[in-house]
């Protein structure tokens, strides 16, 4: 429930922690955060699937999970997913159960694109390890440069005010009339031009990542 005070002054951390949320929601429903005591195989079982991920031995090193994590988030991926990837569209779906009283679909499509490092269409094993890594055990740092990238639409290294506002506006439709007080259809533009007064610390306009992860840590 949105306050008055959070609405005025906290609101620069609600898309950060909406994506943490949402991605919770997301391992939920695939089953990938029942991390059990059961007995999970020594090896991933790799035979029904198209997309075979990498080793267990390289995702361990790269992420911040352990082997039998890996094994037992992997064994949750593959029944959900047996291609062994995701789609933008499987995306939205799984949002759009987790938000019924909004419209979650812009808001799946920019969280999709964060996830799908490399861009083909698709989200790999490996890609959401490598995301879910970051948002669960990362650092500080880590999580707000994840953040900044999400934010950053276009990739370009900068985010405008235009990203920022799609950004926003994308939330407020996705929490739908969750909130309260109710938010007036011009807060999530007025909410923007609060954060780049605050972000923004030469005033040209768009937000780099120096900027934006200063703005955060205060």
Request: net charge negative; hydrophobic share 40%; charged share 25%.
């Amino acid at each position: 429930m949105l306050t008055l005070e959070w609405e005025s002054e906290g609101l620069q951390t609600v898309g950060i922690v909406v994506i943490i949320f949402a991605s919770l929601k997301l391992l939920h429903l695939l089953g990938l955060i029942d991390f059990s005591e059961d007995i999970v195989e020594d090896e991933m079982e790799m035979a029904t699937v198209r997309h075979r991920p990498e080793a267990l031995e390289l995702l361990e090193a790269q992420s911040k999970f352990t082997k039998k994590e890996l094994q037992i988030l992997y064994r949750g991926f593959k029944n959900e997913c047996p291609s062994g990837v995701v789609n933008e569209e499987t995306f939205k779906e799984i949002y759009s159960q987790f938000f019924p009283q909004g419209d979650s679909t812009t808001y799946a499509h920019f969280l999709f694109n964060a996830f799908d490092t490399d861009h083909n269409g698709s989200v790999s094993f490996e890609d959401f390890v490598m995301g879910l890594s970051i948002l669960l055990r990362g650092t500080v740092q880590e999580k707000l440069n994840w953040a900044f990238n999400l934010y950053d639409i276009n990739k370009d290294g900068y985010i405008t005010k235009e990203e920022m506002l799609d950004i926003m506006k994308a939330i407020y439709d996705m929490m739908g009339k969750c909130t309260y007080p109710v938010l007036k259809e011009d807060a999530p533009r007025q909410h923007v031009e609060t954060f780049f007064q605050k972000m923004d610390k030469n005033k040209d306009g768009v937000v780099t990542i120096d900027e934006f992860i200063e703005s955060c840590q205060k």
